[in-house]
């Protein structure tokens, strides 16, 4: 069964400064690798997504990377902004189609 | 951009009463899914539905839940006799295409809450 795990948990950074969010999973045999943005109370927002011939995706500040081989994907988000404070989930999926949630990287950018 | 868009934005209900969730997927995708996050939680997959049918379920979807999908562009998840610990958000998402290579959309999520 697969597992997601996210560190950290919380981060907070001031404004501008590059980040770097982590998610590893516990199965190699990953399909996709997804990115998603909550803000609190809302729904899942797609930022990225890494299908299982690739090994990044780069969305204008963003940038994913997949690692099956370590069981690792990372989130880089250049120059952070206060707009991209919110909660950062990574979800992968296997041949089974259903996705499988970290718990998430709440993060905090100070003005 | 297609959107996945669900109704209501958020139910009460009270203990024991059933519940339709309702959802219009992205037209041309052909896999739509139930997800559900508990206040504080992850989010967890409930169940995935694919030419007409469930393709998979978790243990969390039992005999209380059932899925229809009632016309070619309505999903709707119903809960018979709600619980207090059914309290969640609810996300209805999308995928396209065979092969599995495509990314999921979310609906924005309905918030039930259980009395």
């Known amino acids: 069964k697969q597992e997601v795990t996210q560190i950290p948990a919380a981060l907070s950074v001031p404004e501008g400064e590059n980040l770097v969010l982590n998610c590893s999973f516990t199965?190699?045999?990953?399909?996709?690798l997804q990115w998603f943005r909550q803000d609190p109370g809302k729904g899942l927002t797609s930022l990225l997504l890494i299908q299982s011939s690739q090994r990044e995706q780069t969305s204008g500040r963003l940038n994913a990377s997949l690692d099956k081989s370590s069981g690792r994907s990372t989130l880089y988000i250049a120059a952070s902004q206060p707009g991209d404070s919110a909660t950062y989930l990574c979800a992968g999926s296997g041949s089974a189609r259903q996705l499988t949630f970290g718990s998430g990287t709440q993060l905090t950018v100070l003005p | 951009e297609p959107e996945v868009t669900q109704t209501p934005s958020h139910q009460v209900t009270q203990m024991g009463q059933e519940v339709i969730l309702r959802c219009v997927p992205i037209?041309?995708?052909?896999?739509f899914y139930w997800y559900r996050q508990i206040l504080g939680q992850k989010v967890e997959f409930l169940v995935s539905f694919y030419n007409n049918e469930i393709s998979e379920k978790s243990e969390i979807f039992d005999d209380q839940f059932s899925v229809e999908r009632p016309d070619g562009s309505n999903f709707t998840l119903k809960i018979r006799s709600t619980k207090l610990e059914d309290s969640a958000m609810y996300f209805c998402?999308?995928?396209?295409?065979?092969?599995?290579?495509?990314?999921?959309?979310f609906g924005s999520g309905t918030r039930l809450t259980v009395v």
């Open positions: 199965d190699s045999a990953i399909y996709n």
């Open positions: 037209s041309n995708h052909l896999y």
């Open positions: 998402a999308s995928s396209g295409g065979q092969g599995g290579n495509y990314g999921y959309t």
